[in-house]
């Protein structure tokens, strides 16, 4: 989420994946003075966030609405992104009516065309000693040769893959089941944390992008602020070779946000090519039909597009300026560390796909880690780090769990099902575990199985799987739910036990949060109101918790 709040003493205030706490703590400020507020603060806001998670936006609409309570005077409507569909035509479509009301606010003359201005300056450095140059490192020099805790996200563990397996037994998909060993790093985890990957870029794309930019991958550089006072000097490490820039700190596979084709249009020389792109970032209905189409739905990234806009040959420094910088993959961490402390354990399905226009487009995370495989005694290594998380066993181990969590979603869950068997082993008593597992078919994809089957038989796990396509009509695990209303209820209604989910946010965790109403509906005789209370209480006390991506 990010917001700004501006005030006549040109106070800005960012907020951007920040705790809620430490905003109250402004807003606090600002409550206590309230008469300075009703006489200096001028504020808009505009926050981002995504539709398929329940708080849509609320810390912008929070300070939206808090500060019009005390009394600041709003200078400009409250805009709202959405993730989900087009954040970025949200924003330019809010700051394209937001301008002219400033403008209008202040007694400013609005300018002329918007003219596009270089954030960064080039610095060529050939004189540079090779051991001054980042090779891919994300903050210390030398940090990867050199490793040395605590490891966190500007300091990552080079940890070796122990193992690196096939989960599917078919279907022309793939699944990879893959062991890290963090031995020595001192760092720890718990069942239901997240570990961070760095990937890198294929090789050959950043090839092809090298020779369609004419440039010299090896060439030493730096791109510097043109901003003095900024604290960001460097968009990533520098100095660097644009061959390290393009394979470890640029998402070069992403699909452009319109600003990109913006820049790029300026270097076409055919005037229908030029035209084409400057449509295609403009606000128009047209030229966003054109977007939709030609770029998010042709799956077309940087490479792709310059091959097919042929008189577009942008130099490779600018390229390295307006793509965003390559961000750590987080996964649910698939085992415990009751059973395995100095490994963590990842479950990847291999993304890899055929875009409309023909082309192979392949996921840069599972496909570097598809890649990475043990040979003998030599180590492969990936840079990682953990990420702690809420979605966590009860404290109790005799409270009942319930579980769901269709193909990878399966992830965390394989480590609490790891931990309460280690718990049963040393004697103590266990409530009961029903896992809701789905997948497309029992001899393709259903991974763990034999883990999952030993566990039914030891009585530790109550499993209920649906297997969508082994039957004429497709079976989910949200049918699976709807025919155990009574069981759900006796966990969750009578027995105060966990609900978790973990997968999809936008479809299946949005089924079954609304399966899990009916229940408590019909079965705990409450209004629909009252159950979907029932549910925000369960997730004060922590007792329904959601893992989930879109």
């Known amino acids: 989420m990010q917001g700004t709040i501006a ?16 905003l109250l703590g402004i807003l606090n400020c600002l409550r206590n003075r309230t008469a300075a507020v009703k006489r200096k603060i001028e504020w808009e806001v505009f926050g981002l ?36 569909a087009n954040i970025e035509d949200d924003f330019i479509t809010w700051k394209d009516r937001f ?16 003219v596009l201005i270089r954030q960064y300056r080039l610095l060529e450095q050939p004189e ?59 760092m720890r985890y718990d069942a239901g944390d997240h570990v961070a990957m760095f990937p890198v870029n294929d090789k050959s794309l950043v090839e092809k992008l090298g ?91 940087i490479v792709h597009i310059l091959e097919d806009i042929k008189s577009c040959r942008p130099p490779i420094d600018h390229v390295c300026e307006l793509l965003p910088r390559l961000q750590p993959r987080y996964y649910s961490i698939s085992s415990s560390a009751k059973l395995h402390p100095t490994d963590v354990h990842v479950t990847a399905v291999l993304v890899e796909y055929k875009t409309p226009t023909g082309r192979i487009n392949k996921g840069v995370a599972t496909t570097y880690l598809k890649n990475k495989q043990p040979q003998g005694s030599e180590e492969v290594k990936v840079p990682v780090f953990i990420r702690k998380s809420q979605f966590r066993l009860p404290t109790k181990p005799e409270t009942p769990i319930i579980m769901v969590g269709p193909g ?14 280690f718990l049963r082993d040393e004697g103590k008593t266990v409530g009961e575990s029903i896992l809701y597992f789905g997948c497309r078919k029992r001899s393709e994809d259903y991974i763990y199985e034999s883990e999952l089957e030993e566990w039914v038989k030891k009585g530790t796990l109550n499993l209920k799987a649906a297997f969508s396509r082994d039957q004429g009509k497709k079976v989910y695990v949200q049918h699976l739910l709807e025919q155990d209303a009574d069981l759900i209820w006796n966990v969750i209604g009578e027995n105060k036990g966990h609900f978790y989910i973990c997968g999809d946010a936008k479809n299946m965790a949005v089924d079954v949060r609304n399966i899990l109403v009916k229940i408590l509906s019909t079965k705990g005789n409450m209004s629909e109101a009252d159950a979907v209370q029932y549910i925000k209480k369960m997730e004060a006390q922590k007792r329904y918790s959601a893992d989930v991506w879109s």
Request: aromatic content about 8%; charged content about 30%; some cysteine.
């Open 128 to 186: 540079v000693q090779p051991d001054r140059i980042y090779t891919g490192e994300i903050a210390r020099l030398h940090s990867i040769q050199n490793q040395r805790p605590p490891f966190d996200a500007k300091n990552p563990f080079l940890a070796p893959i122990k193992v690196n397996r096939e989960l599917h037994k078919g279907g022309g998909r793939s699944c990879m089941h893959i062991e890290l060993s963090i031995d020595g790093s001192k």
């Open 99 to 114: 301008w002219p009301a400033v403008c209008d606010h202040f007694g400013i003359e609005g300018g002329g065309e918007e």
């Open 7 to 22: 005030t006549s003493a040109h106070l800005l205030v960012r907020i951007r994946h920040q705790k809620l706490s430490n």
């Open 408 to 421: 990878t979603g399966l992830a965390p869950f394989r480590g609490f099902i790891q931990e309460r068997q």
């Open 211 to 301: 020779q369609l930019c004419k440039a010299d991958l090896d060439t030493v550089f730096s791109l510097i602020n043109t901003d003095t006072d900024s604290s960001k000097k460097h968009p990533f490490p520098c100095p660097t070779t644009y061959r390290t820039a393009l394979t470890h700190y640029l998402e070069i596979t992403a699909i452009p946000r319109t600003h990109i084709l913006k820049e790029l249009a300026e270097y076409c020389t055919d005037e229908k090519e030029k035209e084409l792109l400057r449509s295609m970032a403009s606000i128009s209905p047209e030229g966003k039909e054109k977007y939709q189409s030609w770029i998010q739905d042709a799956c077309r990234n």
């Open 49 to 84: 966030g995504n539709k398929t998670y329940e708080h849509y936006n609320k810390v912008a609409i929070y300070v939206d609405k808090r500060l019009e309570e005390l009394g600041a005077n709003r200078v400009f409507e409250l805009g709202l992104g959405d993730d989900d």
